[in-house]
Structure formats: C-alpha cells, structure tokens
C-alpha cells in the first residue's frame, strides 16, 4: 500500500482528485502570497514572519460599537434568507426557540460550537457572543452546521455522518454570506478592513501553510522507508516546505513546526492537512456558485448538503454542481474568484495606510 491510500480512502477522496487540487494550489500560489504581503503591508512590514501567523488584525480605528446579539441574529437570518426564505426563517426558528446559547461570562472560555442531537434532528449553538465583528461572522458559522445538520435532519443515522473534507461546506457558506452582507453595510475602509481580515487570512493559511505541511509530511514518509530521521532532519525537510510554498511572501521559514504542530503527532490519522485544502477551496466554490446559478441554487444546495454523507465527494459534485473535481477548471475558477477579493483588500490596505 501506499502511505497515501488511507488518508485518501477515510476522506472519501480520490488520488486524481488530490493531485489536480495540488496543482491548482502551486499554480495560484502567487495569488495567496499577495494575501500575505498585504496584510504584512497593513501591520507597516514587507513580509510576514511564522510568528504573525497568530497576530491579530492590525487596527485602523477604535473597533466601532459592539453588535447586540438580537441584532446580529437579525443580521444573520437577512442575509441567510438572501440565499432563501428558508434559511432565513431556520435561524429564527433557532433563536425562537432558544437554541442559541451566547452569553459572556467569568466562567465561559472565548470560543463557539456547535452540536447535534441524533435522534431529535436538532442542533445547539453554543458561543461565547461579544460583539464583534468576528464574533459575528463566528455565529453565522455555528449556524451554518446547524442548518447542515436540520438539512439532514430526517435521513437515517448511518446517511447523516460526513466526512472532515465535507465537513465546513454549510459553515463556510453561512460565514461568507453574512460577510457579504456586512461588507455592504460598513460605514468605512477601517470597518470593511476588520470584516475582511480573516477572509484574507485564510488564503496564505490554506494555500501556502497547509501544502508546506503536506510537502513535509510526504518527503518525510519518502526518507522515513529508508531509516529513522534525526531531528536536524526534520527541520531541513520544514525549511524546504515553508520556503518553497511561501516564497519571498514569508521573512524566514519555522523549522521546527513538526515539533509544535500537534497535527504531525495524532498517531491514528496522517496527512491530517490536505482535508482542510480541501474543505477550504470545496465550500468556497460551493458559494461562488450561488450567483452562477441564481434561482436553482438553493434547492442544489440542500440537496448537495442531504448527500454529504452518502457520496464521495467527486458525486456530489458532479451530481448537484455538474463539475468535475478531478479536473482543474472548479479550483481554478474559485481561485480566480479568491483573487478578486484579494485584489480588493490590497486596495483597501493601500487606501489605509497612505494617508
Ligand atoms: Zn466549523
């Protein structure tokens, strides 16, 4: 067997499907690494170093009021209901019901979740609501699993269970409506700037971090089949990853990312990384088809949602998207859609610190 054949098998993957979304990924590298330069640019520096990678957004001016929890709920269920009527009244069904759970206390630790309930169908959505920006958009998230989980909600329990690589398709959506929709109503570049951070983020971490990591782990299973590696070893192997897929966007490398990235040491699971490339560019393209298909999205996506735990990945595009994922054109059109944005936030960055 290869080393890759069980990864690929638990996320229900296949190996073409693998190698053209690494191909798409190396050929729009560029791209993530105007994300990264940006946003160095917006912290007054060229280039990012492995310490910003847990920075906080930069600050462009005092963070405006916080959002009162109603207020974001009603905010959530407009732009939800914007993709359908549905959608919308499920998120008041939720906070009807009382199903939301996002007070601030001494007790609570920052952080959101959600879970579900096998035999009722129902969700919970547990948080810890500031009134933030990101707080905002985090809820929008929770709330999406929770409409994955009602969507399926009448399936029988063995059709219910989805994969990791399918896992963040509602919640990503959910989250990248309700930023659209706050986008529109921001009162200027420094509120646009906080809601689009994140967003922005996630390409240098999906599209350079996370293939430097797979870039590690396959070399290290190549040298591994001929002996032991030592530790001076691994950290040229991390070098070599982190320089090859950041390029001059990064200062310098983290050699010793093996050693604090818990996802190397989880005994059972290997290549616990491509899932998340995966995750991150699927569900992407999953929204940016809303537009392209206009009325008939919102049943395609339900749908799409209902099979998640019944088909491959590769049907389910192919069955509700007609796209093929072991073909490069869907990750090549997402990307060209990704950089769209980035070239709006680089924009913006300018537009903030010229002044
Ligand atoms: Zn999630």
């Given at each position: 067997m290869h080393f890759l054949d069980?990864?690929?098998?638990?996320?229900?993957i296949q190996q073409a499907t693998l190698d053209t979304l690494l191909a798409v990924?190396?050929?729009s590298a560029p791209v993530a690494r105007r994300a990264a330069r940006?946003?160095?640019?917006?912290a007054g520096r060229e280039q990012l170093g492995p310490w910003d990678l847990r920075a906080p957004a930069p600050e462009f001016s005092s963070a405006g009021a916080a959002l009162p929890f109603d207020t974001a709920l009603q905010l959530i269920a407009a732009a939800y209901a914007g993709v359908d009527e549905e959608m919308g009244d499920f998120v008041n069904l939720m906070a009807e019901r009382r199903w939301i759970e996002g007070t601030v206390t001494s007790s609570k630790r920052p952080g959101a979740y959600c879970t579900r309930f096998p035999k009722s169908g129902n969700s919970r959505v547990y948080m810890t609501y500031g009134g933030s920006s990101s707080d905002v958009i985090?809820?929008?998230h929770e709330l999406g699993h929770a409409f994955h989980a009602w969507a399926m909600r009448d399936l029988p329990d063995s059709q219910r269970s989805y994969g990791m690589s399918l896992a963040e398709t509602a919640s990503t959506f959910g989250e990248t409506a309700v930023r659209d929709a706050m986008l529109q109503r921001a009162p200027d570049p420094a509120a646009r700037f906080a809601i689009m951070w994140e967003e922005i983020a996630a390409l240098p971490t999906f599209l350079l971090n996370i293939p430097a990591r797979f870039?590690?782990?396959?070399a290290f299973y190549q040298r591994r089949s001929e002996r032991p590696l030592r530790p001076s070893e691994l950290n040229t192997l991390m070098a070599?990853?982190?320089?090859?897929?950041?390029?001059?966007?990064?200062?310098?490398?983290?050699?010793l990312f093996?050693?604090?990235?818990?996802?190397?040491?989880i005994s059972g699971l290997s290549f616990y990384n491509f899932p998340y490339l995966f995750g991150y560019l699927f569900s992407t393209g999953v929204y940016f088809k809303r537009e392209a298909l206009g009325g008939d999205f919102y049943a395609r996506y339900v749908a799409l949602l209902r099979d998640t735990g019944r088909m491959t990945a590769e049907q389910l595009a192919r069955e509700h998207l007609q796209v093929s994922l072991e073909e490069p054109a869907f990750w090549a059109q997402t990307i060209?859609?990704?950089?769209a944005r980035v070239a709006e936030f680089e924009a913006l960055v300018s537009e903030l610190t010229d002044g």
């Open positions: 069980a990864p690929l098998h638990v996320n229900k990924c190396e050929a940006a946003m160095a640019r917006a985090t809820l929008a870039a590690f782990e396959n070599e990853a982190w320089t090859r897929w950041y390029g001059d966007a990064m200062a310098e490398p983290d050699p093996w050693a604090s990235k818990l996802h190397f040491y060209e859609r990704l950089s």
